[in-house]
């Protein structure tokens, strides 16, 4: 046993922590010291998400102690970015999962007993609406407990800043720095100031709500096909606080629920995992559709951020669309729509992440609208908003994810306003003799038919994570001179910032910031992307590839000669897929 992780261990067996935790540190000490030893090797750090783990006693778990010291952290972080002010602000917000309120309610009493007002929902919201709160309260920082789609037996904490979108650096370091200050939980002034703590609810609900419904660009054409079919599924979580509202207020009066996933419930009981990612957790709202012919099935998942859609094929089976296909519908209804109505002024912009699809750019260039690629996760999105709102005008943008979002006053994907556009591009596709199938095979003819795929490789534990680091390091000073039979070109490290044209050797600079990403472009434009997830102990490999068809007649054809492309990428990468 390493003698840090014992120590640490020791630490948690004093009577400054509570009796339940010391008695499992101990039992850990004496039974289980592989458990022991993934509980304390580390501390939680803020990733691509926040703060993020599995839930149990120990530095390297979600637990009071942690959320304490990072709360403490982050108090004192924000009392030295905003001195001498008496009225700082802190919002905060929880998911359904189990122990979200507990961990959500310990924040707030941090928050208070340290001088701060503590502005906490009074029961789950979804995490975009508290991205909303932060700026309509005019916080300087806000909070929200959630592990989005992780398994159950996880939580997560999430920082964000003044401008409503998660913390980048160097405020996510620094604070980090101030945690680490934090020698000992006694150091945390755990006991709330009621003084401080105040209630946010509908209040902020019907704020966040009109602000949804401004987005509307054809309320008329809702109200002509109001009675579109639509089915959806907050999956336990806390969507059905808000979507069901929102649908109706954009005019759709025919919106059927799941029941039994209505009920929001940390056990997720009615799915393996609550990620609308996967098939199966649509399940049980693909059955109610089948059942009740409807044309359209969204899932939000547990803190309401991300969505994921079903729609009908040609068969009249639902066929579940990837985050790529969603937001490439979105995109397009939006600049199609905002030049129909001669909205756009020449000063817009989209934005997509270096994994999200290119074809979001194809389009933005068809309608002269300009496109920033930043780095996976909205908090960069977000700041490119933040760098651009005084001169340019942010229409929309998406994460391969699942993750989209639409105007600006929110800055985190979300869910609730995705809900109500998807809805709303339904109708008006319909409202053109369309169904969402057509309208994506339309847009598949006109710009190419892009295919997307993605696989994660789960290594779990500390051995995991040497391991996905030497994958990377063998791929950063090795590079494949060829994938799928097509020579790579260039090798695009986000790490080192730096692009290498691997034909002449030259190198040029990358302007973004520097993330443990790696980025292979082939001579034929197909791209594969090597990536570690923040949040989770996995790595990603990313692939995109394009080809073209004249007609939708066509595009099953090219399908697959796109899916044989990606099966030989897959393999010249030369992987390991078994988790």
């Not at 929309?396 to 869910?415: C, I, L, N």
Request: glycine share 8%; with cysteine; proline share 4%.
């Amino acid at each position: 046993m390493d003698t840090k992780v014992m120590e640490k261990a020791m630490q948690w067996l004093a009577p400054e922590f509570d009796r339940e935790t010391r008695q499992q540190v101990q039992w850990m000490i004496d039974n289980d010291q592989e458990s022991l030893s993934e509980s304390f090797y580390r501390s939680l750090e803020f990733g691509t998400g926040g703060m993020r783990g599995i839930m149990g006693p120990g530095t390297n778990r979600m637990n009071i102690y942690v959320i304490g010291m990072a709360t403490q952290g982050l108090c004192n972080y924000i009392k030295k970015n905003f001195p001498g002010r008496d009225d700082l602000k802190v919002a905060i917000a929880h998911d359904s999962r189990n122990n979200s309120r507990l961990f959500a309610e310990t924040t707030a009493k941090v928050i208070s007993a340290n001088g701060i007002h503590a502005y906490l929902f009074e029961s789950l919201r979804p995490t975009p609406e508290l991205s909303f709160s932060i700026r309509h309260l005019g916080c300087q920082s806000g909070i929200v407990v959630t592990a989005s789609h992780n398994p159950k037996e996880y939580n997560g904490y999430k920082v964000y800043w003044d401008d409503g979108g998660q913390v980048i650096a160097p405020h996510d370091e620094d604070i980090i720095k101030e945690v680490e200050k934090i020698q000992s939980i006694t150091e945390v002034r755990f006991e709330g100031n009621p003084a401080l703590t105040h209630t946010l609810g509908q209040e902020i609900d019907e704020a966040y709500l009109s602000c949804i419904t401004s987005l509307s660009l054809n309320p008329e054409i809702n109200r002509k096909h109001h009675d579109l079919k639509i089915v959806y599924t907050p999956i336990h979580g806390t969507g059905v606080t808000l979507v069901p509202s929102i649908l109706k207020r954009f005019g759709f009066t025919n919106v059927m629920n799941v029941p039994e996933q209505d009920i929001p419930d940390g056990n997720f009981p009615t799915v393996v995992s609550p990620n609308p990612e996967e098939k199966a957790a649509l399940n049980l709202a693909i059955d109610k559709a089948i059942a009740t012919n409807s044309e359209l099935v969204m899932a939000s998942d547990p803190d309401a951020d991300r969505v994921g859609i079903a729609i009908r094929d040609r068969n009249g089976s639902f066929k579940l669309l990837n985050g790529n296909q969603t937001g490439s519908l979105l995109i397009y209804y939006l600049l199609k729509n905002w030049s129909d109505k001669g909205k756009l002024k020449g000063n817009e912009f989209i934005a997509r992440t270096v994994v999200t699809t290119p074809l979001f750019e194809d389009i933005a260039n068809d309608f002269g609208v300009k496109t920033y690629v930043v780095l996976t996760g909205f908090k960069y999105i977000a700041d490119i908003i933040r760098n651009k709102e005084a001169n340019e005008v942010f229409i929309g943008g998406g994460e391969e994810s699942y993750g989209f979002m639409v105007g600006s006053f929110v800055r985190d994907k979300d869910a609730i306003s995705s809900c109500a556009m998807i809805a709303e591009v339904a109708a008006w596709a319909k409202d053109q003799g369309m169904t969402l199938l057509d309208l994506l095979e339309a847009i598949a003819v006109k710009y190419g038919l892009y295919k997307e795929h993605l696989i994660s490789i789960v290594r779990k534990g500390q051995s995991g994570v040497a391991q996905i680091n030497a994958m990377m390091e063998r791929f950063r000073s090795q590079p494949p001179k060829s994938l799928g039979g097509s020579d790579v070109v260039l090798l695009h490290d986000f790490l080192t910032g730096k692009t290498l044209d691997l034909i002449t050797g030259k190198q040029t600079g990358i302007t973004l910031p520097k993330s443990n990403v790696l980025q292979f472009i082939t001579a034929d434009g197909s791209i594969v992307s090597a990536r570690p997830s923040g949040t989770e102990p996995k790595i990603k490999f990313y692939f995109s590839v394009k080809t073209t068809a004249d007609h939708a007649s066509g595009l099953p054809a090219a399908e697959e000669v796109l899916n044989q492309k990606i099966t030989a990428l897959i393999a010249s990468l030369g992987i390991n897929l078994d988790n």
